[in-house]
């Protein structure tokens, strides 16, 4: 029943954010649902990234579940990086703006990373997990490097 409800929210998330960018109506509420987008994300990933790095035991079902959770989430907070955006309570360096098609490379990236975790975690086995887990954490310190203000 957990697992259904952590799917069903993540699935009427993805639904919501097709239309994000429309939704917004202050910048403020877009740097809002992406960092709300990014955090759930990185609370689920962290989790994988526990078990691989060996911090907490491994649990194949958990790992399944948050990597999924960590993949469906990685889609959305990109409808939220519009106009407007770049200022006030956030950390997004002016480089997404002025750098778009890199910013949108690195976040195609770590989707793409995201969804092979989550391929891996499917398997069952700790050790593909962690084969998967190392280049989905590069791919997010790449963009935090070049993009995130600390």
């Given at each position: 029943?957990?697992?259904?409800?952590?799917?069903?929210?993540?699935?009427?998330?993805?639904?919501?954010?097709?239309?994000?960018?429309?939704?917004?109506?202050?910048?403020?509420?877009?740097?809002?649902?992406?960092?709300?987008?990014?955090?759930?994300?990185?609370?689920?990933?962290?989790?994988?990234?526990?078990?691989?790095?060996?911090?907490?035991?491994?649990?194949?079902?958990?790992?399944?579940e948050n990597a999924e959770i960590a993949a469906v989430m990685a889609k959305l907070p990109w409808a939220a990086f519009g106009e407007g955006?770049?200022?006030?309570?956030?950390?997004?360096?002016?480089?997404?703006?002025?750098?778009?098609?890199?910013?949108?490379?690195?976040?195609?990236?770590?989707?793409?990373?995201?969804v092979k975790l989550n391929t891996a975690a499917k398997a069952g086995n700790i050790d593909a997990l962690k084969v998967a887990f190392g280049?989905?954490?590069?791919?997010?310190?790449?963009?935090?490097?070049?993009?995130?203000?600390?």
């Amino acid at each position: 029943m957990k697992q259904s409800m952590s799917i069903l929210g993540a699935l009427l998330a993805i639904t919501l954010s097709v239309p994000a960018q429309a939704q917004f109506a202050k910048p403020e509420d877009a740097i809002k649902y992406r960092k709300a987008s990014l955090n759930v994300m990185a609370a689920h990933f962290g989790r994988v990234g526990a078990m691989a790095n060996g911090r907490v035991p491994y649990d194949a079902k958990a790992a399944q579940e948050n990597a999924e959770i960590a993949a469906v989430m990685a889609k959305l907070p990109w409808a939220a990086f519009g106009e407007g955006t770049d200022k006030g309570d956030t950390r997004a360096k002016p480089e997404i703006w002025k750098e778009a098609a890199k910013y949108k490379e690195a976040s195609d990236k770590m989707q793409a990373e995201m969804v092979k975790l989550n391929t891996a975690a499917k398997a069952g086995n700790i050790d593909a997990l962690k084969v998967a887990f190392g280049p989905a954490a590069a791919s997010c310190k790449a963009c935090h490097d070049a993009f995130r203000k600390d």
